[in-house]
């Protein structure tokens, strides 16, 4: 569980989910600071977090050697009907073109990217008294 907390700032929101805290925030183009992830920022970091630990984790299960691995995502909300995820996931190291093709098929199976990809249900559970 996430809890989000107001901050002193206009829009700064803090995020504890019992062990870390970060902060989002607004463009200041928006009325905020500018100076933290915007939530969509959030979501877009979700997927990229995911997709990098998922690869990794298949690389280690294969026994590849590698030396990192860069995710970029960018979320396209231009279309009004679906939501799109743009990535790019590069892996460094002395990994032939076959091994890497099996790694970035594998990777499609990531957590958050099932998670996205089902039936999305928003239930309030906020007390009004």
Do not use: W
């Amino acid at each position: 569980m996430i809890i989000s907390t107001s901050g002193s700032e206009a829009y700064i929101t803090e995020l504890f989910n019992g062990t870390t805290k970060i902060y989002s925030d607004v463009a200041d183009d928006k009325g905020g600071s500018g100076k933290y992830l915007r939530p969509h920022d959030l979501i877009e970091s979700a997927y990229a977090s995911c997709l990098n630990i998922t690869t990794r984790m298949i690389l280690d299960s294969m026994n590849l050697a590698y030396d990192g691995v860069t995710v970029k995502v960018e979320l396209d909300r231009s279309n009004e009907v679906k939501t799109i995820f743009k990535y790019q996931i590069d892996i460094s190291g002395s990994i032939d073109k076959k091994n890497k093709e099996v790694v970035l098929r594998k990777v499609m199976n990531c957590p958050v990217k099932k998670t996205l990809s089902k039936q999305l249900e928003f239930i309030n559970e906020s007390s009004i008294i």
